[in-house]
């Protein structure tokens, strides 16, 4: 049943952009390359094993950690708005 404006496959078609837009927003943020010997953000050595471990790491834990904080702050919001708000 369509509401207003709204196609009757736009709720389907807002999950599948939120899923796409995680999708490019991970792989986007995918190390690639060799790792850095030392951290991008605050310049302190970053430890052997870690960059043995992760293929392309740029950022010592502590920086990595912050960076993932605000990361998933950010994603808790909802770029594309509620479904109820684009049905109206």
């Avoid at 196609?7 to 952009?17: E, G, K």
């Avoid at 740029?58 to 770029?79: D, K, M, P, V």
């Amino acid at each position: 049943m369509a509401v207003g404006w709204a196609n009757d496959d736009s709720v389907s078609q807002q999950i599948q952009n939120t899923i796409d837009d995680e999708i490019s927003r991970v792989r986007s943020a995918t190390s690639r390359g060799e790792s850095a010997l030392y951290c991008d953000e605050c310049g302190e050595p970053i430890p052997e094993a870690r960059r043995r471990a992760i293929k392309g790491v740029r950022f010592c834990i502590q920086c990595q950690q912050s960076l993932e904080q605000l990361t998933q702050r950010q994603a808790l919001f909802n770029r594309r708005a509620s479904k109820d708000s684009q049905l109206r």
